[in-house]
């Protein structure tokens, strides 16, 4: 089983960095629905003000490969363009568990 784990921070202002990342979560979370290569699926908004990554996603897959068809997914495409024009950084970790 992989762990694909991905963080993203958003440029903008704070409301329109916490629009954004609200948005993005609640298209990523219908996601599992979806694409049967996703396992499971969660979100997290950063609430802690002292930090400045927004979100993070946690997806699980049983293979790499389902990562990548996930990542290639209709749905999934969709999804990312929500946060097209507000995306400063973002970083991946995929590793086995």
Not at 19 to 31: P, V, Y
Request: with cysteine.
């Amino acid at each position: 089983m992989v762990k694909h784990v991905v963080t993203f921070k958003f440029k903008g202002s704070d409301s329109e960095r916490k629009e954004c990342a609200r948005k993005f979560a609640d298209a990523l979370m219908a996601l599992p629905a979806q694409i049967e290569e996703l396992i499971s699926m969660e979100v997290g908004i950063n609430e802690n003000p002292a930090e400045t990554w927004d979100l993070v996603l946690t997806a699980t897959a049983a293979t790499l490969d389902d990562v990548a068809k996930y990542s290639a997914h209709p749905a999934h495409v969709a999804a990312v363009q929500i946060i097209a024009p507000y995306k400063e950084s973002r970083a991946c970790v995929d590793y086995t568990v």
